[in-house]
């Protein structure tokens, strides 16, 4: 399979704990985006990437998240001290840009995350 | 910023049968429009786009139109089959710099055998 992947696919953690998830996208694009969805809710922004360089962030993404992206390939998006309000479906999509037109984005499975 | 308006929440239709769901933006410098399907459990599928400089695009059973002047596009689904089930987004996206998809809050389409 060749699509996004993300792990894990499901994420159960305490209040307060610290969890980290992983997207590998598509071989050799170049743009990697994150977006947080909720029951009965559309995907949200969160932050994106061009190559390593992450170019935008959401004011969704307080500081308790990070992500990171590397080496322009995988990326990892960290909660710290995580609160009930965390618990989410969390995506991670990828595109090639080039040409300077808005490309198709293809998402991962997603990584569910539930906080006790 | 971009919002994007959907409706129907819900929709139901009978096998055969056209589903039409219409989806409005508040940003007149959008100028892509993808849809994504989700089933249960699922990624979101993109299953069409549009881009600003055309006022339709057909593939297969599946149609988009885009009226830029009134800021709204459609999806049309003919023949409908039970496969068509699913949870339905529209999303925009504006060019140059700001590469964020906003998203619709969906609708859920269900096909009645």
């Known amino acids: 399979d060749t699509g996004v992947s993300q792990n894990p696919r499901h994420k159960i953690t305490k209040r307060g704990q610290n969890v980290t998830f992983r997207c590998d996208p598509i071989?050799?694009?170049?743009?990697l985006y994150w977006y947080r969805q909720t029951l009965g809710q559309g995907p949200e922004f969160l932050t994106y990437f061009q190559n390593e360089a992450q170019l935008e962030k959401s004011r969704l993404l307080s500081d308790r998240f990070s992500a990171e992206r590397p080496k322009g390939s995988f990326s990892t998006l960290e909660i710290q001290r995580t609160e009930q309000g965390d618990s989410a479906m969390y995506l991670c999509?990828?595109?090639?840009?080039?040409?300077?037109?808005?490309?198709?984005?293809?998402f991962g499975d997603g990584t569910r995350l539930s906080i006790l | 910023g971009e919002n994007v308006e959907q409706h129907p929440s819900t929709l139901s239709v009978q096998e055969g049968d056209s589903a039409v769901i219409k989806c409005t933006y508040s940003?007149?410098?959008?100028?892509?429009f993808p849809w994504y399907k989700q089933e249960l459990g699922k990624r979101p599928q993109l299953i069409i786009d549009i881009r600003s400089n055309v006022g339709e695009k057909k593939d297969q059973r599946i149609a988009v139109t885009l009226n830029k002047t009134a800021k709204h596009f459609s999806l049309h689904i003919t023949e409908t089959q039970p496969e068509d089930s699913a949870v339905y987004f529209c999303?925009?996206?504006?060019?140059?710099?700001?590469?964020?998809?906003?998203f619709g809050t969906g609708t859920r389409l269900t096909i009645i055998p």
């Open positions: 940003d007149s410098a959008s100028n892509y």
């Open positions: 071989s050799e694009h170049n743009r």
């Open positions: 999509a990828s595109s090639f840009e080039g040409h300077g037109r808005n490309q198709p984005q293809h």
């Open positions: 999303a925009a996206i504006k060019p140059f710099g700001n590469e964020k998809l906003t």
